[in-house]
């Protein structure tokens, strides 16, 4: 049973779902009482209990005691209808027996209460919610109120032996003493149904139930000592509940508090790849089954969580960056991604290098000198770089990358910027000097070194420019 209910300006009124259809509930406005406890003249409505709920009509005319709007309870217009009830739902008038020949008046019967019982047009269905809707007024010549009303679905028709309030519990239970005398009070309650019902009760139920007194400007009457109450306009509607508004009926929904799809049942699929956010591990990103989920946004079979280059297809064993040469090496760290090279030349080939050359690429190391913290090639070098500058002349097809180093006297970062720039000033002198060969600058800092920093000696073997060369891709 779902019930969700607040109090505005006097109704009482509940939020429900979204309804299918309105159930007719039809009055048998034709007839008209010609006495008290005629209900029955409308084969729709019936006591459930031995109480006797009356039934007052606009078609009784002049000051009859069921007519409307005056009658021998109050003045209260009609709503809806021509026709309304009336219904004692508290009582404390005495009850009067004969015990022999004498009539004894000193039992009350606190517990008297009449209940409107309606056959339902159409039988309930199951996992669909219903929203009952009646208006109430107290009648004017009460001496109380009372709180407790509330609505029970049934299979078959109750028909207890007792005047007393109902043994059953309401199915809907609606909170608030309703005290208005002047105005009619509408009341809301939605029932969720097991299926089969064919009747519902109207009535103040022992649940809930208070009773406060009420002021009588009427003085003593047959109401005073009682809480009497005009009961109209009843109507009936059929709802698929539906709290999350994705178009999947709450029975039906598996998620029901949480906007989802019919694929699931109701649940949601946030990124809309086919696979419901309670398995997919990347709920707000489309992704892949294989991945549950998680998206691999290259196809390269390694979701992009785990691959670094996500928008390259690669392969596993380079963490699913692509390896055009084969060599082992990722090329976004293979300095020739084009040929294939060994780990130890940065997946370059190795260069066949003779010896002249060698020597020269060595003299180099140690022979190209700068002045002390400063990018200026000694004029004392010259020499040394002319001679690199016809080795490479003589190799336009090596691609050369000139490497600055520097011993660990100073500042780290100066020291690398250092390197940067001597690295830089090398290259423009081979440039300068004509070399046509593709040429790069690196500076290292005190990244690599090749002797111990700790000596003189190592410290200087450490401050060098070195000659990395590659076939040209």
């Known amino acids: 049973m779902n019930v969700f209910k607040k109090l505005v300006a006097g109704i009482l009124i509940f939020n429900v779902g979204y ?36 039934l007052f009509s606009k078609r009784v005319k002049g000051a009859s005691a069921l007519g409307i709007p005056k009658n021998y309870v109050g003045l209260q217009d009609s709503i809806g209808n021509a026709n309304y009830f009336g219904l004692i739902t508290y009582n404390t008038a005495k009850v009067c027996k004969l015990k022999g020949f004498k009539e004894v008046c ?27 809707s009646y208006f109430v007024s107290l009648a004017d010549y009460s001496g109380f109120a009372t709180s407790g009303w509330g609505i029970a679905f049934t299979e078959n028709p109750i028909n207890e032996p007792n005047e ?39 009535g103040v139920f022992s649940k809930n139930f208070k009773q406060q007194t009420v002021e009588n400007k009427y003085g003593q009457s047959f109401a005073s000592t009682k809480a009497y109450y005009y009961l109209g306009n009843i109507s009936l509607r059929e709802f698929e509940m539906d709290k999350d508004k994705d178009g999947i009926p709450d029975n039906e929904d598996k998620c029901p508090t949480v906007f989802g799809v019919k694929q699931f049942n109701g649940c949601p699929d946030t990124d809309g790849d086919g696979i419901q956010d309670s398995d997919d591990k990347c709920p707000t990103v489309k992704g892949s089954s294989a991945f549950q989920g998680c998206p691999d946004s290259d196809g390269d079979g390694i979701q992009d969580s785990e691959d670094a280059c996500p928008q390259v297809a690669g392969k596993k064993e380079a963490k699913g960056c692509p390896d055009t040469d084969g060599d082992g090496i990722a090329d976004n760290n293979d300095r020739c991604p084009n040929i294939a090279g060994p780990v130890s030349n940065d997946g370059c080939p190795e260069v066949a290098i003779d010896n002249k050359a060698k020597q020269i690429f060595q003299q180099a190391m140690t022979g190209i000198q700068f002045e002390t913290g400063k990018d200026i090639i000694k004029k004392t070098s010259y020499g040394i770089l002319d001679n690199v500058v016809s080795v490479l002349k003589a190799n336009p097809t090596w691609d050369t990358e000139v490497d600055g180093h520097t011993d660990n006297v100073g500042n780290a970062e100066a020291n690398k910027d250092l390197s940067q720039r001597r690295a830089n000033a090398v290259m423009k002198y081979l440039q300068d000097k004509g070399v046509t060969n593709a040429l790069s600058a690196k500076g290292y800092g005190i990244e690599r070194p090749i002797a111990d920093n700790k000596t003189a000696a190592g410290r200087t073997k450490n401050r060098r420019v070195e000659f990395k060369v590659t076939y040209h891709q």
């Open 106 to 132: 000193d039992t009350y019967n606190e517990n008297y209460a009449e209940f409107l019982q309606i056959k339902l047009p159409e039988t309930c269905k199951a996992g669909r919610s219903y929203e009952v």
């Open 19 to 54: 309804a299918q259809k309105t159930i007719k509930i039809t009055y048998a406005d034709s007839i008209y009482p010609k006495g008290f406890h005629q209900i029955g003249l409308d084969k729709n409505f019936s006591n459930a209990n031995k109480g006797t709920v009356d």
């Open 164 to 202: 007393n309030r109902l043994s059953i519990e309401p199915n809907v239970s609606i909170d608030g003493m309703i005290t208005n005398i002047k105005d009619w009070t509408e009341v809301k309650g939605v029932y969720t149904a097991k299926g089969g019902e064919n009747f519902m009760t109207i």
